[in-house]
């Protein structure tokens, strides 16, 4: 179950990259976003409908719920798109690192104050003990020496500066995002149902922007050159993302919210270290070195304190 969960990790790195590709290639972000969660919508509808999980709300459950909780795909909306921009700009192992400290936060936030219904757990040394355990991680990994100049490396780091911190507010929507998913789905009893409205209302929501942009196309430049016509594998990001939403279900019975949490993280990052070692999927080459090691190591030790009762 572990190794099952580690390989569920791999996946949200490699749906990153894959939705990117799409993007360029359609030159829209937006309309990246759109393609893939309207494909993770189809799939996750398709195994409600062959496994009889029929939606049975009624209208009187949808008035009586807070508006809030259905506010899942809106979050994952800002989170997904936020990602594919962030992709080419930082990498593939930033684009893990940086939203993985805004869920660190928003969650620490949202146990110590109970936000969105969520039971409220004290803030303690251990929270804290993992909060600088992360951030130290992430220092390690992103800071560069050598090579160019200060003076070079200063005006890099400034310009990097504003795509990390939008990768932190990206993890704190994929945070929140999975608190509102897990309250829908306590008071509907059900795991599968809010996925697919997370993903319907995603979809919807993209669809509306798009339209009121009239960038519901692809680009008449994407159109006309065959280089930026996207590979077919481009289009499954989708499925990626709904497939990793279904991995979540199946490993939390089974190996608890805490175990499942460190074994996909420790997924997560070990695949951006290695698309980013490689410049898989077009990402920027950054080699790995005993300093990003020592990074990982961190954010790993991060993890766990975090996660420790």
């Known amino acids: 179950m572990i190794i099952f969960a580690i390989i569920i ?12 590709k799409l993007s360029v290639s359609l030159k829209s972000s937006l309309l990246g976003s759109a ?24 209208t009187l459950q949808i008035s009586k719920y807070p508006l809030w909780i259905w506010t899942g795909g809106i979050f994952g909306v800002i989170g997904l798109t936020t990602n594919i921009l962030l992709f080419p700009k930082i990498g593939s192992i930033q684009t893990v690192l940086m939203p993985l400290i805004g869920q660190i936060l928003m969650s620490a936030m949202i146990d110590s104050f109970g936000w969105f219904g969520a039971i409220i757990h004290q803030f303690n040394m251990n929270k804290l003990l993992g909060i600088i355990f992360a951030f130290g ?7 560069k020496k050598g090579g160019n100049s200060q003076r070079q490396n200063l005006k890099k780091n400034a310009y990097q500066l504003k795509w990390q911190l939008l990768g932190v507010f990206a993890g704190a929507c994929i945070a929140t995002q999975s608190v509102v998913n897990a309250k829908l789905g306590s008071l509907l009893s059900s795991t599968v149902v809010p996925a697919f409205f997370s ?14 942009q009239k960038k519901f196309y692809i680009s008449e ?10 590979p077919l ?12 939403v279904l991995g979540n279900i199946f490993l939390v019975p089974k190996l608890g919210i805490s175990m499942s949490t460190i074994a996909i993280l420790l997924g997560q990052i070990s695949c951006g ?15 790995v070195n005993r300093q990003k090691l020592m990074g990982i190591s961190l954010l790993i030790i991060s993890i766990c304190v975090l996660n420790i009762q």
């Open 221 to 230: 430049q994407a159109n006309n050159s065959r280089t930026n016509h996207p």
């Open 35 to 58: 393609i893939s969660f309207i494909v993770g919508t189809v799939f996750l509808g398709l195994i409600i409908l062959f496994s009889k999980s029929y939606l049975t709300l009624t």
């Open 9 to 20: 990790g791999l996946i949200i790195p490699v749906q990153t990259a894959v939705n990117t």
């Open 137 to 143: 991680g992430t220092i390690l990994i992103i800071f």
């Open 273 to 287: 270290v290695v698309i980013d070692h490689f410049g898989l999927f077009s990402a920027p080459i950054n080699t």
């Open 233 to 244: 594998w481009a289009w499954c990001g989708g499925l990626l993302g709904a497939s990793f």
């Open 199 to 212: 993903f319907l209302s995603g979809s919807l929501l993209l669809s509306i922007i798009l339209v009121v």
